[in-house]
């Protein structure tokens, strides 16, 4: 029989396997839940914002990766930024999604959506 210590061990590496995947349909569905339309200029703040924190998150996992800024920096930005990246990516997804969806036709978004699979 498995301990309650082992089952909880198991449940943690399986979600420190899979966080960034967690992380980028969190902010998937954060998104979907307050992207309204892609012209409004509130929504255009969001995307503005999810960009920022790409861009942020980029350079800041540079500096952790490059080890600049001390041992105790290098940890956190090396664990925190890709998930920071992960959520806005998520975020630009459904904005890039939803766009492409509502303003081509079928046979565009078929070739754009299979194009993008390889």
Not at 28 to 35: G, I, P, Q
């Amino acid at each position: 029989m498995i301990s309650q210590v082992e089952q909880k061990s198991n449940h943690l590496s399986f979600f420190k396997r899979h966080w960034l995947t967690v992380v980028f349909l969190f902010g998937f569905v954060t998104d979907y839940l307050l992207l309204n339309r892609v012209d409004d200029t509130l929504d255009n703040i969001i995307l503005l914002t999810y960009v920022t924190l790409a861009t942020l998150s980029i350079i800041l996992f540079y500096v952790g990766v490059s080890e600049k800024w001390g041992e105790w920096w290098t940890v956190k930005l090396r664990y925190y930024m890709p998930m920071l990246m992960q959520y806005s990516f998520g975020g630009l997804f459904v904005w890039h999604v939803d766009f492409l969806w509502s303003k081509w036709g079928l046979a565009s978004k078929c070739a754009i959506f299979y194009s993008s699979l390889f």
